[in-house]
């Protein structure tokens, strides 16, 4: 009975994680595409990263379904919730000035660099391991796509403010 709780209990733990990190990545959406609405000289720009972001959302969905279709084993590794909680909170505070007219355009580019630059610095997406191919290709796919994000915005801020 014990290890029937122990494996509900890291399933409820990755469902957490993953269901945290999908809310993460439509925030980040939301954000993206408000920059889009009030910066409309990068809308293109900003367009674009909101989709991706979307996309990213779609994926975390198919990890956790991934994950727990066929009993694979996996293994939660050291993450903080908190950590993702406060995160989420930076991301809804930023829209929140955005929407106040607190953000100025190149503001916006700092802030979504930094923010990106925290998803890849600490790698919320290997907290959860596992051998499963699909799985591991998945968490590949949205790992290099957020590095992509970041290479774009540092290109874009040399290229208007630098």
Avoid: C
Wanted: overall charge neutral; glycine content about 4%; proline content about 1%.
């Amino acid at each position: 009975m014990a290890s029937d709780t122990k494996v509900a209990d890291i399933y409820s733990q990755a469902g957490e994680i993953l269901d945290a990190l999908r809310e993460i990545e439509l925030i980040v959406a939301e954000l993206y595409r408000q920059f889009s609405r009030s910066f409309r000289e990068d809308r293109v720009f900003w367009e674009s990263l909101s989709k991706d972001e979307e996309n990213h959302a779609a994926i975390v969905t198919e990890l956790k379904n991934t994950l727990f279709k066929n009993g694979s084993p996996f293994e939660i590794g050291k993450i903080n919730v908190f950590v993702l909680n406060t995160y989420r909170q930076g991301l809804t505070s930023q829209i929140e000035r955005l929407r106040k007219g607190q953000l100025a355009r190149r503001s916006a580019f700092f802030i979504a660099r930094d923010f990106e630059k925290t998803l890849v610095d600490h790698r919320f997406y290997d907290a959860i391991r596992s051998d499963n191919r699909e799985y591991k290709a998945l968490q590949s796919r949205i790992q290099r796509e957020t590095e992509i994000h970041l290479q774009k915005l540092e290109n874009y801020i040399k290229t208007l403010f630098l």
